[in-house]
T-cell receptor, first 116, second 111 residues
Framework: DAGVIQSPRHEVTEMGQEVTLRCKPI?????LFWYRQTMMRGLELLIY????????DSGMPEDRFSAKMPNASFSTLKIQPSEPRDSAVYFC??????????????FGSGTQLSVL | AQSVTQLGSHVSVSEGALVLLRCNYS??????LFWYVQYPNQGLQLLLK??????LVKGINGFEAEFKKSETSFHLTKPSAHMSDAAEYFC?????????FGAGTRLFVKA
């Protein structure tokens, strides 16, 4: 398996522009997570999906952030409009959730976002 | 609510020395605990996990961790550090579907 695939690997944009980050989870996994990593705040869970349904989006910082999972093999995280403080590494992770809570997360390589 | 606290944002050891990375957890129920490693410019990878089957958990690359309920700790150790162990290490706990990560400890290995 190719693992979790994220694109783009790097994104540089100007303040006010729309940014779309993409994620392809591991085939067969039923849970998908978006995390943001910064030096100041560490790893923050933004949103997670189970069976393509958003379960908890309490970590999404503002209405400028939105996430979708139209099918089991694709998810997007959109920021509109983007701001310099959104600069971070955004990770997508997937897992095969059993309901016990001991599932291993598989992470993508991340998208390094820089908003100028 | 579950949470983890990692003691020390940076740890430096000499090659061949013992590695000890500290993690304390807070959980109202028996926790599932994890250690993940992040190499530069990569995503996180699972090192090991505790699921109550055994208190001493062995992971990849010679790492192990011991669950101590009395101390609410889950410290990560490796008897002999290698240069390739230089990375950032994250302790994590799950609560429902969520995995909550600690702030991370960056391990430096000196030649």
């Amino acid at each position: 398996d190719a693992g979790v695939i994220q694109s783009p690997r790097h994104e540089v944009t100007e303040m006010g522009q729309e940014v779309t980050l993409r994620c392809k989870p591991i085939s067969g996994h039923n849970s998908l997570f978006w995390y943001r990593q910064t030096m100041m705040r560490g790893l923050e869970l933004l949103i997670y999906f189970n069976n393509n349904v958003p379960i908890d989006d309490s970590g999404m910082p503002e209405d400028r952030f939105s996430a979708k999972m139209p099918n089991a093999s694709f998810s997007t995280l959109k920021i509109q409009p983007s701001e310099p403080r959104d600069s971070a590494v955004y990770f997508c992770a997937s897992s095969l959730a059993s309901g016990r809570g001991d599932e291993k997360l598989f992470f993508g390589s991340g998208t390094q976002l820089s908003v100028l | 609510a579950q949470s983890v606290t990692q003691l020390g944002s940076h740890v430096s050891v000499s090659e061949g020395a013992l590695v000890l990375l500290r993690c304390n957890y807070s959980s109202s129920v028996p926790p599932y605990l994890f250690w993940y490693v992040q190499y530069p410019n990569q995503g996180l990878q699972l090192l090991l996990k505790y699921t109550s089957a055994a208190t001493l958990v062995k992971g990849i690359n010679g790492f192990e961790a011991e669950f101590k309920k009395s101390e609410t700790s889950f410290h990560l150790t490796k008897p002999s550090a290698h240069m390739s162990d230089a990375a950032e290490y994250f302790c994590a706990v799950t609560g429902g579907f969520k995995t909550i990560f600690g702030a991370g400890t960056r391990l430096f290995v000196k030649a």
